[in-house]
């Protein structure tokens, strides 16, 4: 069975924004900042293509 979570976009206290994953661990709410199904490979990657310029692309 796969994970279910409630995606939110929260201020900070500093004006900036973050995402954050609600959901449930071991029958209790939990809350994560980073996407909880994903590996350090995988955001890594994520943000690497961040920085290429390929938007026009799309």
């Known amino acids: ?6 995606l939110k976009l929260e201020k ?3 004006g900036n924004e973050q995402l954050k994953w609600y959901g449930n661990g ?5 809350v ?3 996407d909880p199904c994903s590996g350090f490979w995988r955001r890594f ?4 293509l961040q920085l290429l310029p390929i938007e026009s692309q799309l």
């Open 45 to 48: 990657a994520t943000v690497f």
């Open 26 to 30: 071991n029958g209790k709410p939990v």
């Open 1 to 6: 069975m796969r994970d279910a979570f409630q």
């Open 12 to 14: 900070k206290e500093n």
């Open 32 to 34: 994560f900042e980073k």
